[in-house]
Structures are given as structure tokens and as C-alpha cells.
């Protein structure tokens, strides 16, 4: 079975700067996708990213990039220039059959 | 991206009722739909994969009798809470993975989620 951890409850980072969210999973399969959504107030899951396990190219989406290690089954999200709208639960999540998701981190971004 | 529209957004019953949760994609076929549950600061929790045509396959500890899933058709599932008492007060979200671009991306699409609370 897969699972996805994600070891920091909360976070915080002031506006402008950088932070990044932790995410390790662990699976026997060699293809799959990851996932890190978004779920504001609203609880309406947002994509943020996704990467494919068979691309070693990091995927980025305007402020937000991802750090993919393959082999240590790591993927973690890095968000450059912090906005307020930022702040939300992020969900690192694993795809091969069903989607699976991680705790979740709370990130509040500081004026 | 594609639609999920999920009804009712909210609800409330009394304890002994039976709720009915619709997920429906709006501009794409979904062979594949999945029902997740959220406890308030928790993350979702995986409750049945639900396939077209087919009997829906429940997570280990979820009562199948309880929560009755159906999918006969290629743009609607429905999830029935039964028999509900206050402890299966929670956040019901559902998703759908479209069956052109999944092979591709991998993505699915969420609905909007709906907040049941049993008196």
C-alpha cells in the first residue's frame, strides 16, 4: 500500500520570502504521479503542481516548484515569493490507482 | 479544467435519516469516481472507489451498508449515508478522474465538498 507523510503540521513564513513543505511517500510501483494541492477556508482542493515519476525534471508553476528525489521517495514543495493568499492546508498526494494524500501542513503567511 | 459540481453543499438531518450526497461531472466522463471523508483540521481520508457499471470498492474499516455508493452512469455517483447518527457528522468530498486525460496526467478533479451534520 502507499502512503505519503508529511512531517510539518504548520508553518509559517513572512511575505515575500520563501518556504518550503516536506513530503516523503513510499511505494513498490516505478510509475506514478505526485500531487501537492491547496485547500483554502473554502475546502475546495486546488491543484497547485504535479509531477510525473518517469520525468526527472522538477515541474515549477510560476512561484511554485517542486524538489523530486526518485530514489529517496521525496517531494517537496517550494513557494517563492509568499503571498497572503498562500495561506492554506497543503496536501502532498500520490497517484497510481486512487489518490492519496498526506496529514497536511498548515502554511500561514505573515504580513 | 473539468467540472465537479457535488449537491448538496450543505445538509442537516436527524439521527435515524438517510442522506444523499450527488457528485457529478459536468463536461467530462468519469469512469472512475473516489469518496473521500475529512474530519475538521484532518486530511481525506480515502472511503470507496466507485466505477461505472459496477459495485464500488470500499476502504478497510468502512461500512459498506452504511454508506451506499452508486455510479450507473458515466457523470454521476451518488453517496447514501443510512441509517446516520451524529458521529458520521463530517466534510464529504468527491472526485473524479477523467477518462480522456487521466492516462496522461493523473489528476483528478475534486468537487466542492459537502458538510453533513446529524442532530
Known amino acids: 500500500a502507499q502512503t505519503v507523510t508529511q512531517s510539518q503540521p504548520e508553518m509559517s513564513v513572512q511575505e515575500a520570502e520563501t518556504v518550503t513543505l516536506s513530503c516523503t511517500y513510499d511505494t513498490s510501483e516505478s510509475n506514478y504521479y505526485l500531487f501537492w494541492y491547496k485547500q483554502p477556508p473554502s475546502r475546495q482542493m486546488i491543484l497547485v503542481i504535479r509531477?510525473?515519476?518517469?520525468?526527472?525534471q522538477n515541474a515549477t508553476e510560476n512561484r511554485f516548484s517542486v524538489n523530486f528525489q526518485k530514489a529517496a521517495k521525496s517531494f517537496s514543495l517550494k513557494i517563492s515569493d509568499s503571498q497572503l493568499g498562500d495561506t492554506a492546508m497543503y496536501f502532498c498526494?500520490?497517484?497510481?490507482?486512487?489518490?492519496?494524500f498526506g496529514a497536511g501542513t498548515r502554511l500561514t503567511v505573515k504580513p | 479544467g473539468a467540472v465537479v459540481s457535488q449537491h448538496p453543499s450543505r445538509v442537516i438531518c436527524k439521527s435515524g435519516t438517510s442522506v444523499k450526497i450527488e457528485c457529478r461531472s459536468l463536461d467530462f466522463q468519469a469512469t472512475t469516481m473516489f469518496w473521500y471523508r475529512q474530519f475538521p483540521k484532518k486530511s481525506l481520508m480515502l472511503m470507496a472507489t466507485s466505477n461505472e457499471g459496477s459495485k464500488a470498492t470500499y476502504e478497510q474499516g468502512v461500512e459498506k451498508d452504511k454508506f451506499l455508493i452508486n455510479h450507473a452512469s458515466l457523470t454521476l455517483s451518488t453517496l447514501t449515508v443510512t441509517s446516520a447518527h451524529p458521529e458520521d457528522s463530517s466534510f464529504y468530498i468527491c472526485s473524479a478522474r477523467d477518462l480522456a486525460t487521466s492516462g496522461v496526467t493523473g489528476e483528478l478533479f475534486f468537487g466542492e465538498g459537502s458538510r453533513l451534520t446529524v442532530l
Open positions: 498526494a500520490f497517484t497510481f490507482v486512487d489518490m492519496r
Open positions: 509531477q510525473e515519476a518517469y520525468k526527472q
